[in-house]
């Protein structure tokens, strides 16, 4: 990403780049925090701009290795009106064409943005103060909105990341004006970019890029930890939201295959979701209980406490 950064914006390492996500810090959204502290590591100073407060207790031990300050954007509800006109009657005059125009885009439903005009104009405000020269925008719905609505009024050049539901749950056209109006736009898999590629053919700015993993660190981490005296039941460790496209009904069904079939094994399944009990119904019905464990939600080194506790993995 910081690649894409400093080729299209000439970004150097003194500037400061704005994130715009959802909600942070978020347990799931590991690849963000990673990110995040990579881009960090690379120079670049950044402000993490949230537009929900984080919902999850448990959080990653790597949050405290970031620098970044953490804002987050106030509801049009909450703060008084007052406040609230006043910054909308600044923003229109800063650039009246600007702020026109996006009323334009928001009445003809060019852009379907719930708090539209209070939360982009707070946002293009103190990205003005605190001298932030680029947005980077993670999800390509609601997120990408404001992102967009406020590079309208302020003229900020913003990027996108898009990634799953944000994709194919949002409307096509939505999508294209958001990528054209992007500098450039990052997805994860090679499918997704031609996607999006498909919807804008003549834009050359939407790029692959792979979710990594720090193998160094993992195994830095393994070596310290003591390894079992005793041999255990081979490990099959799967961690993901428990949701049905995550297919951790299929995992289970094949668990019960092993068993059926006489195999030594017991999985361990980390993550939260909807449908937790679904598959806690499943596993009873399937007497897995002793072989099949939901462990719920579980940070960096919970995880690799659980390698911790195994002789050999599957």
Known sequence: MQDRLKHHDEVDSPAIVGILVKRFPKLSETFILGELLGLEQEGFRLRIYSLYSPSDTTTHPQCSQLSAP???CPMPEQGSIVKAVKLQLKTFLRNPLRYMQL?????????KSDRCFSRSAWLAEDMRKNDVSHL????????ASIALSSHLLSGLPFSLSAHAKDIYLSPENDLTHKLNAANFTLTCTEYNRNFLQALVPDNPTIYRMYHGIDFDRIQNELHEQQVPKE????????IGRLREKKGFHLLIQACQRLKQSGVDFRCEIVGYGPDQQ?????????????????SGKLNHPQVLSLFRQASMFV
């Open 278 to 294: 679904k598959l806690e119904q499943q596993i009873a019905e399937a007497e897995l209980q002793h072989d099949v464990h939901l």
């Open 231 to 238: 041999k255990t039941s081979p490990l099959i460790l799967s």
């Open 103 to 111: 009323v334009f885009k928001v009445v003809t439903g060019t852009i």
């Open 136 to 143: 980077h925008t993670h999800f390509i719905n609601e997120p």
């Open 70 to 72: 953490v804002i987050y």
